[in-house]
């Protein structure tokens, strides 16, 4: 019985040093670069609203802009889709009813309540004192809240889980990754950079849809880039190679490699649509144990490409 109790505590002690550890044990250095579909004009990011006689583009200074939420929330649905069917093969597992059972509410934000919430409660309620003890003496909790949250995953279901997002986002290799409550995501875009863009026009005539008829001043213009090539940079702290954050990355760029990707508005109007380049798609994997000095270190963060190993996607 002991020996049962003394693999569990150290399974989760395993589990939340790989999660929370300040130390900057690995870094994945990421670069996606993005073209447009065949069969679309670019993309369109604009400023303006419906009614306006130009829709403009979104700019910084003459430069057209690329929010990182734009991407980011792209990657973060691409994520989702993967990280569930990963887990969907290990239903038995905590981390599978908390991820499978993650999702975005109306006017509540990030939740996991929409996939089988008994399996989650049951989860959680097996989780014992002496359990969320060793979770908050690693950060997972406060230390003076252990008893208030073993209170509520045993009191009203609804109740507790709402009190507890920040705790069971952790358990969610989707928020592990892309960010959730009360969790910073492993996963950071840096930079977004275009090459080559290009600002065209699309003419469009607004109908008023309770009419059926063409509106008053309807006719607008909506503008469009044409992008040589879309480099989004990003980086990921701590994803190591045995970690499902990292099956997660590589099988959500994977996905992009088959589907490409759509940004901004009018995809009905064939603007949005992007496929990945995969020749000039970049992922390095760094471990910096092999740094033993700082000239060492400084070198490894300069030259990725020279002492990190790239990952085949």
Not at 77 to 85: C, D, I, M, Y
Not at 120 to 141: C, P, W
Not at 239 to 255: D, F, Q, S
Request: glycine share 8%.
């Amino acid at each position: 019985m002991l020996r049962m109790v003394s693999s569990v505590l150290q399974h989760y002690l395993n589990f939340v040093n790989s999660v929370l550890s300040p130390t900057l044990k690995s870094l994945i250095t990421g670069r996606l670069v993005f073209v447009k579909d065949d069969h679309s004009r670019g993309f369109s990011i604009a400023t303006g609203k419906r009614g306006e006689v130009t829709i403009e583009v979104m700019r910084v200074g003459n430069r057209v802009y690329i929010p990182i939420s734009s991407v980011k929330g792209v990657l973060r649905r691409f994520g989702e889709v993967v990280a569930k069917s990963m887990v969907s093969m290990n239903m038995d597992s905590i981390e599978a009813s908390i991820t499978l059972a993650h999702c975005e509410l109306e006017g509540e934000g990030l939740r996991h309540v929409c996939y089988n919430v008994t399996k989650v409660v049951s989860d959680l309620q097996s989780l014992s004192t002496r359990d969320l003890e060793v979770l908050a003496l690693k950060g997972f909790i406060p230390r003076d809240k252990v008893v208030e949250v073993s209170e509520l995953l045993k009191g009203d279901v609804v109740v507790g889980l709402r009190h507890l997002e920040s705790f069971i986002s952790q358990f969610c290799i989707i928020c592990r990754l892309f960010g959730g409550p009360g969790i910073a995501g492993k996963l950071r875009i840096v930079n977004i950079t275009l090459d080559n863009a290009k600002v065209g026009g699309l003419t469009h005539i607004a109908i008023d849809r309770d009419r059926r008829v063409v509106s008053e001043g309807a006719l607008y213009m909506e503008e469009f880039v044409e992008p040589g090539k879309i480099a989004v940079e990003f980086i990921a702290r701590n994803v190591e190679l045995n970690m499902p954050e990292y099956t997660l990355l590589l099988k959500t760029v994977g996905l992009l490699k088959e589907v490409g990707i759509a940004i901004g508005h009018s995809k009905s109007r064939g603007l949005g649509w992007l496929n990945l380049d995969e020749r000039e798609t970049k992922l390095i994997y760094i471990d910096f144990n092999q740094a033993t000095t700082p000239k060492q270190l400084i070198e490894i963060l300069t030259k990725p490409e020279l002492y990190g190993k790239e990952i085949i996607i």
